[in-house]
Structure formats: structure tokens, C-alpha cells
């Protein structure tokens, strides 16, 4: 099945910073990858998310790309705020066959937004 | 509109007994999934309802664990026997489409098995 891989686990970045969290996925196949945020507590939050189809998609400060090639996606958060503070997951989804809809999760990323 | 929502939030249970969890998913969407999440670990995939049907049950860790939805809506899950290795976070998502994009989670049963 798809391996998701998540780095870094901790990050901690000034008020205002940039923040930048990887994740690497194994199946080729993989056309989905969503990014849910999970503040303590709570649900986890759809994001932003990307199909194959596209390389790059922002939403305000939010912004995400992925190269198919390299097999790899990153969540890029500019002008960081104390709110932003949150475990992020990255998910892929192979979307075909049997396991259409099963979404394959990292381990999360700690951000933490220091003011 | 209303989201996800699950119950109970929190379940305290002995080892040996047996607990549903319910999940009631979003108003019009086919596709629902249930994950588990232990504590400090992201989210395990356990399985997968298109309508009625469970295309895919290969995340269910046991024969323990079963899962059913009735009418296109309501989803149980249900733990017979349960183990102190079952306490987690159960959290279950709903999406408009069955091919699962745009998922979107409820709050989550907490099982605690002491």
C-alpha cells in the first residue's frame, strides 16, 4: 500500500516567519493529497488540498506543491500567526481500485508560531 | 450547514465489554470513513462506506472490529471484546463523492478501555 512520510515531526518558527512542512509518498498512483490542520483537541481541518493534475494551488497564505516526479508535496505557510499554531497531517490518496476514498496520513508536523 | 458528528465524545469502558461508536455524516454525502487516531500518531484508516457498502474493510485491525451503515446515513462502529490496545481516538469523515476527496471529520469518540 502507500507510505506517507512527514518531516519535520517539530517546527518552530517567529510570528510573521515562513513555515514549510514535506512530505514524500510512495505510489505512483497517488493523485490526491489533501492537508488537514488538528489544533489540540479538536477535528482535524481540511486545508488545502492538490490533485495530480496541478502543480501548485494557494489559498490566501496558504500554499501547496507537488512534484510527481520526485513523489513529494510540501505545505508552505507565509506571514505565520500565533493561530496558525497546530498539528498539520499531509495525505495521499491513491483514489482507484478497492482503496478509492482511503486517504494515507503522515504523522503530523507540531508548528508551533512563537509572537 | 450541520458537520459531522459523532457519539458518545468520550467512552470509559472495561476491557472485555463491547461499545458502538456512532457517526452521523454530513447531509448528502455518499462516501463515509472511519480512522483511528492514537495518541500523538496521525490517523489510521480503518474503513470505508460508498452507500451502504464497504468497498474496502482491510483497515479493520481485528475481527473484533466491525462497522455497518444503514440507509445511505448513520454508520456504527463497533468494538466487541475490547482491549486496552483499542483506546484511541475514533474519528469518522464524510465526503460528497465516493472517490473520497474532500473529507471532512467529525470531533471524534475518545475510547479509553481500562
Known amino acids: 500500500g502507500e507510505n506517507v512520510e512527514q518531516h519535520p515531526s517539530t517546527l518552530s518558527v517567529q510570528e510573521g516567519d515562513s513555515a514549510v512542512i514535506k512530505c514524500t509518498y510512495s505510489d505512483s498512483a497517488s493523485n490526491y493529497f489533501p492537508w488537514y490542520k488538528q489544533e489540540l483537541g479538536k477535528r482535524p481541518q481540511l486545508i488545502i488540498d492538490?490533485?495530480?493534475?496541478?502543480g501548485e494551488k494557494k489559498d490566501q497564505r496558504i500554499a501547496v506543491t507537488l512534484n510527481k516526479t520526485a513523489k513529494h508535496f510540501s505545505l508552505h505557510i507565509t506571514e505565520t500567526q500565533p493561530e496558525d499554531s497546530a498539528v498539520y497531517f499531509c495525505a495521499a490518496s491513491i483514489g482507484r481500485g478497492s482503496t478509492l476514498g482511503r486517504l494515507y496520513f503522515g504523522r503530523g508536523t507540531q508548528l508551533t508560531v512563537w509572537p | 450547514g450541520a458537520g459531522v458528528s459523532q457519539s458518545p465524545s468520550n467512552k470509559v469502558t472495561e476491557k472485555g465489554k463491547d461499545v458502538e461508536l456512532r457517526c452521523d455524516p454530513i447531509?448528502?454525502?455518499?462516501?463515509l470513513y472511519w480512522y483511528r487516531q492514537s495518541l500523538g500518531q496521525g490517523l489510521e484508516f480503518l474503513i470505508y462506506?460508498?452507500?451502504?457498502?464497504?468497498?474496502?474493510k482491510s483497515g479493520l485491525p481485528s475481527d473484533r472490529f466491525s462497522a455497518e451503515r444503514t440507509g445511505g446515513s448513520v454508520s456504527t462502529l463497533t468494538i466487541q471484546r475490547t482491549q486496552q490496545e483499542d483506546s484511541a481516538v475514533y474519528l469518522c469523515a464524510s465526503s460528497f463523492l465516493a472517490d473520497g476527496y474532500e473529507q471532512y471529520f467529525g470531533p471524534g469518540t475518545r475510547l479509553t478501555v481500562t
Open positions: 447531509s448528502g454525502h455518499t462516501a
Open positions: 462506506f460508498q452507500g451502504n457498502s464497504a468497498p474496502d
Open positions: 492538490i490533485r495530480s493534475n496541478v
